[in-house]
């Protein structure tokens, strides 16, 4: 994934920035980078990398250097960003979120002929940031450019583009990801989690439709072209990666992930599938709210029969190397023995996507005296690798849990039976459930339905981007 912030003011606003930026850092793990810009000194950079050591850590000693009144910041999970583009439409500088899957197709049909390169990445791969610029250029002015950009790219880009004379912001062409604009009496920001802005003393002033691109500047904002009428906002936004504070399209992170688990708990109780179990546990930490809301309909008692060491390793997947993670995600469970020992426990998870951190964090309960692992997912079976954001992308959807236990059960076959298969109510669900026990070791496993889900996000059903659990665009 990856997030942004940028601000506008009368004053010089760094540190508004700073911080903005750093509350985004649950977004992505491998780069970040600011760009201020002073109408004296000009453009001012710095991209670190983040992979080991917190964007608040890296960038504290650049602070002293920068200066300025208009500035932009981004969380990578991807490209080093933002760049600093010079080009007939004057130098800008960019960070983009989102992914380009044509981004070859594009080089060779733009830019093939003499003239034109780009620089590599170590992986040989075009900076898609520097591409999505390269096709900005292509037009007479930014918004025409960015407009051209976002039709051919296959997949989604929203762009934050500063200039010397104002902010840029242009979210994605189907709203996959949100984009708000916050205000103070000094000037505005833009940025991707509201809490962010609300911190730094900013309130609520516009949110920008599917498509929208909008000028910010310390006055206020304009829109340069209006939004599109279809809109397919990310649901994991909700589930998953979302921060529990943040309010995308009005509905909060926090209290819709309340409302699914007391969905999921209703459902199942409504079906007499509830087992009998001693707690109701969230897999910590965005686990958590779910089951609160599971537990508080279900009537079992909510615990925390584990909880995660923060301090030094806040998130997991954080360390480059797969085996580093592994080992961290291992060492951070510090279990309550009171809590396991001899204890029937029903775990409410986010997702289920590889398996590979659950199946060792099932193997930690038993080994910690647990009698009984129940596992529950906040969402349904991921079925397809996301091909508009970073969440659950893969090389293969092989490597999705569900795929790969597809194919074991019934080879190529199973694969043209997802739908039935992601229906518990249907022989082919329940084959897959009791499969996936058997490999994980839990004593029963449930997912949340779809339309469960949907219910609990409150949305139209058309404007949620279900992609991952059903294949529809």
Request: proline share 4%; net charge negative.
């Given at each position: 994934?990856?997030?942004?912030?940028?601000?506008?003011?009368?004053?010089?606003?760094?540190?508004?920035?700073?911080?903005?930026?750093?509350?985004?850092?649950?977004?992505?793990?491998?780069?970040?980078?600011?760009?201020?810009?002073?109408?004296?000194?000009?453009?001012?950079?710095?991209?670190?990398?983040?992979?080991?050591?917190?964007?608040?850590?890296?960038?504290?000693?650049?602070?002293?250097?920068?200066?300025?009144?208009?500035?932009?910041?981004?969380?990578?999970?991807?490209?080093?960003?933002?760049?600093?583009?010079?080009?007939?439409?004057?130098?800008?500088?960019?960070?983009?979120?989102?992914?380009?899957?044509?981004?070859?197709?594009?080089?060779?049909?733009?830019?093939?002929?003499?003239?034109?390169?780009?620089?590599?990445?170590?992986?040989?791969?075009?900076?898609?940031?520097?591409?999505?610029?390269?096709?900005?250029?292509?037009?007479?002015?930014?918004?025409?450019?960015?407009?051209?950009?976002?039709?051919?790219?296959?997949?989604?880009?929203?762009?934050?583009?500063?200039?010397?004379?104002?902010?840029?912001?242009?979210?994605?062409?189907?709203?996959?990801?949100p984009m708000l604009v916050?205000?103070?009496?000094?000037?505005?920001?833009?940025?991707?989690?509201?809490?962010?802005?609300?911190?730094?003393?900013?309130?609520?002033?516009?949110?920008?439709?599917?498509?929208?691109?909008?000028?910010?500047?310390?006055?206020?904002?304009?829109?340069?072209?209006?939004?599109?009428?279809?809109?397919?906002?990310?649901?994991?936004?909700?589930?998953?990666?979302?921060?529990?504070?943040?309010?995308?399209?009005?509905?909060?992170?926090?209290?819709?992930?309340?409302?699914?688990?007391?969905?999921m708990a209703r459902d199942?109780?409504?079906?007499?599938?509830?087992?009998?179990?001693?707690?109701?546990?969230?897999?910590?930490?965005?686990?958590?709210?779910?089951?609160?809301?599971?537990?508080?309909?279900?009537?079992?008692?909510?615990?925390?029969?584990?909880?995660?060491?923060?301090?030094?390793?806040?998130?997991?997947?954080?360390?480059?190397?797969?085996?580093?993670?592994?080992?961290?995600?291992?060492?951070?469970?510090?279990?309550?023995?009171?809590?396991?020992?001899?204890?029937?426990?029903?775990?409410?998870?986010?997702?289920?996507?590889?398996?590979?951190?659950?199946?060792?964090?099932?193997?930690?309960?038993?080994?910690?005296?647990?009698?009984e692992v129940h596992m529950?997912?906040?969402?349904?079976?991921?079925?397809?690798?996301?091909?508009?954001?970073?969440?659950?992308?893969?090389?293969?959807?092989?490597?999705?849990?569900?795929?790969?236990?597809?194919?074991?059960?019934?080879?190529?076959?199973?694969?043209?039976?997802?739908?039935?298969?992601?229906?518990?109510?249907?022989?082919?669900?329940?084959?897959?459930?009791?499969?996936?026990?058997?490999?994980?070791?839990?004593?029963?496993?449930?997912?949340?339905?779809?339309?469960?889900?949907?219910?609990?996000?409150?949305?139209?059903?058309?404007?949620?981007?279900?992609?991952?659990?059903?294949?529809?665009?």
């Amino acid at each position: 994934m990856g997030g942004f912030f940028g601000a506008v003011s009368r004053h010089d606003c760094v540190l508004d920035v700073f911080f903005g930026t750093d509350y985004h850092s649950h977004l992505g793990t491998k780069r970040a980078g600011m760009v201020v810009y002073d109408k004296k000194d000009g453009f001012q950079r710095q991209i670190h990398n983040i992979e080991n050591t917190p964007f608040r850590t890296k960038f504290d000693k650049d602070l002293a250097d920068f200066h300025g009144c208009a500035a932009i910041g981004c969380i990578s999970d991807t490209d080093p960003q933002p760049l600093l583009v010079r080009s007939h439409l004057g130098l800008y500088a960019i960070t983009t979120v989102g992914i380009i899957n044509n981004a070859d197709a594009l080089v060779e049909r733009y830019f093939s002929d003499h003239g034109h390169q780009f620089m590599a990445m170590s992986s040989g791969k075009v900076n898609s940031t520097e591409l999505t610029a390269a096709l900005i250029n292509q037009a007479d002015d930014l918004v025409s450019g960015i407009r051209h950009a976002q039709a051919e790219i296959d997949g989604s880009c929203t762009i934050l583009i500063l200039t010397p004379d104002a902010i840029i912001a242009a979210r994605d062409r189907l709203g996959r990801l949100p984009m708000l604009v916050g205000q103070t009496e000094e000037g505005c920001c833009v940025s991707f989690e509201s809490f962010a802005y609300h911190k730094l003393g900013y309130h609520d002033a516009y949110e920008l439709g599917p498509g929208e691109i909008v000028q910010v500047t310390p006055k206020g904002w304009e829109t340069l072209s209006p939004a599109g009428d279809k809109m397919r906002i990310c649901a994991f936004l909700w589930t998953y990666y979302g921060y529990p504070n943040s309010n995308y399209e009005g509905v909060n992170v926090e209290v819709m992930r309340y409302r699914n688990g007391e969905i999921m708990a209703r459902d199942e109780v409504k079906k007499g599938k509830m087992p009998k179990v001693d707690f109701v546990a969230g897999v910590p930490d965005s686990g958590v709210p779910h089951a609160i809301g599971f537990a508080n309909r279900s009537g079992k008692p909510f615990a925390r029969p584990f909880v995660k060491y923060t301090p030094t390793w806040p998130r997991s997947f954080m360390p480059a190397d797969q085996k580093a993670r592994n080992q961290v995600a291992k060492m951070k469970q510090i279990p309550v023995p009171d809590l396991i020992e001899g204890k029937k426990l029903l775990f409410v998870d986010d997702s289920i996507v590889r398996g590979t951190q659950l199946q060792e964090t099932v193997d930690f309960l038993y080994e910690s005296g647990a009698e009984e692992v129940h596992m529950r997912s906040a969402c349904p079976p991921i079925m397809y690798g996301c091909k508009y954001l970073n969440f659950s992308r893969s090389n293969s959807d092989m490597e999705l849990l569900s795929r790969r236990t597809i194919q074991e059960l019934e080879g190529d076959e199973g694969q043209k039976h997802l739908e039935e298969y992601a229906d518990s109510s249907t022989e082919r669900g329940r084959c897959m459930l009791r499969a996936i026990c058997e490999k994980l070791g839990f004593d029963s496993l449930g997912y949340q339905s779809l339309d469960g889900l949907l219910e609990a996000i409150g949305l139209d059903r058309d404007k949620v981007c279900t992609y991952c659990w059903d294949g529809k665009e």
